[in-house]
């Protein structure tokens, strides 16, 4: 979740944002991935997304990466 294309942009992240602001995305309500969301920055410089220096984003890596990954294979 970490690679940006030439434009700075994270794909996956990207996909994971559009799929929320068009109500595409529903899951179980769980406040780690809650506190992941809230805690993530997106360097203007590199594109990447990225956690504060004392966060997280394990749970939000996971989410999206499988989200990205299904969305490739999706008919």
């Known amino acids: 979740m970490d690679r940006v294309d030439s434009d700075r942009i ?3 992240y990207q996909y994971l944002r ?5 109500k595409r995305f529903s899951m ?9 969301f809230i805690d ?14 004392n966060g997280h984003k ?3 890596d996971a989410v999206c990466g499988s989200m990205f990954t299904a969305s490739k294979y999706a008919e």
Request: glycine letters at 2%.
């Open 10 to 12: 994270c794909k996956p």
């Open 40 to 53: 993530i920055e997106r360097d203007l410089n590199t594109g990447k997304v990225d956690h504060s220096p």
């Open 58 to 60: 394990d749970v939000l």
């Open 28 to 36: 179980y309500r769980s406040n780690r991935l809650f506190d992941e």
């Open 18 to 22: 559009s799929a929320i602001y068009e």
